[in-house]
């Protein structure tokens, strides 16, 4: 349909919804937070007590991922406020269960195709950024620009560790750790879409920078582009 589109594409905790999220206001986009359509199938599967292993369950989990009902607030500055048939579920998607639920589901091939559709639907003038694990490779191979971001699983490990601590939840450095690097495996090791650059990403490594730098190389980039 022509809008142009940015991908940030890269593992949890390296930054991207952050940049993304800032590009989104800067340019006028809209914006694709992918994860928290994976987020939004883990939270339904959890509660439906759905188990990713067994195949009638996962059936259920693709109707359901199909019928979702979602709605993505406008970002006012504090970050998307994402709804599910009515409900505000912005923090219970971010809460570790839900994390590690939604990359469960995530490897499954049948979740991947049932939000594919949706997923493109969101590229709609003046433009899209799109954030996720497979923006470039899978979902949007025809974009404008193509970011990788990436951090070191340590630097990651205490950035989470920091946000948790910021909003007065117990957290501990080493389980977070040890957290990511499963989470990265998983990701990185699945057979449908995998976590990788596609080949004509951009690689971005925020270790040791701060946003705005990191911000600055993306805009950078952006520039370039015209
Ligand atoms: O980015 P976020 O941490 O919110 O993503 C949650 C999970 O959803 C990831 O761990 C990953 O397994 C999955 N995901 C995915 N493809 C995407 C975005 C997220 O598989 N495009």
Known sequence: NGAPVMTLDGPGGAGKGTLASALARELGWWLLDSGALYR???????????D???????????????????????????????????EDVTDVIRTDEVSDAASKWAVQPAIRAALLERQRDFATAPGLIADG????????PEADLKLYITASPEERARRRFAQLSG???DANLDRIYREILERDARDASREVAPLKPADDAHVIDTTGESVAASLAKVRGLVREKG
């Open 40 to 50: 939004l199938v883990g939270l339904v599967a959890l509660r439906a007590g759905l």
């Open 52 to 86: 990713a292993q067994t195949a009638a369950d996962c059936a259920v989990a693709v109707d359901a991922s199909r019928g979702l009902d979602i709605v993505f607030e406008p970002d006012r500055g504090a970050g998307q406020r994402v709804r599910l048939a009515g």
């Open 133 to 140: 694990r497979d923006m470039g490779t899978v979902i949007f």
């Open 167 to 169: 909003q007065n939840v």
